[in-house]
Structure formats: C-alpha cells, structure tokens
C-alpha cells in the first residue's frame, strides 16, 4: 500500500511540475529524455518493492540430508529345473 501511495504522489507531483510549452520549442529532446529516464526509474522502483523476497516467517523447502543404508546381502545356492528337466544349481545373491 506505500508504494502505490508513493507512486501517486511522485506521478502527481511530475504532473504538478510541468513546465508551460512554449509554442516554437515544445518540451525539448534533452527535457523528453529526463522525463522517460525518472519515469523509467518510478516504474523500476515500483515493481522491485512489489517483490517481498525471503522474510524469515516464510517457509523454505531444504532437501533432508542424504542416508546411507548398507545392505546386508550374502549368497545362496538356490536349483531350479530348466524346460528339459534337468536341475541346475546356482549362486544367488540375497539382499534383505
């Protein structure tokens, strides 16, 4: 809200200001140029406050720490019966 307060009153008193245009001359390039240049620079200010950024009442996301489980695997010899019937025995790796 104070910065849309802000806004007014600076765009009022650039308004309020302004000087009486002579007929033969008009405003002027350099007068054209300040005047976009403090525009430019009221608008710029306007939206960068706008932007609330990080306060320390919001939340913010922190990836949990990384965890290392180590499995406990072993071996087992396991048969199993192929298509022709014959049993076959094999090493198999058990991880709990």
Do not use: W
């Amino acid at each position: 809200m104070k910065t849309v307060g802000m806004a007014a009153l600076a765009a009022l008193a650039l308004c309020g200001t302004q000087p009486a245009a002579q007929a033969r001359d008009g405003i002027g390039v350099g007068g054209a140029a300040a005047l976009g240049v403090l525009g430019g620079v009221v608008a710029g200010s306007a939206i960068a406050s706008a932007n609330n950024g990080y306060y320390p009442g919001q939340p913010v996301y922190r990836a949990p720490p990384p965890a290392y489980v180590e499995e406990v695997c072993h071996f087992e010899r396991r048969g199993f019966i192929d298509p022709y019937g014959v049993e076959h025995i094999r090493r198999v790796r058990v991880c709990e």
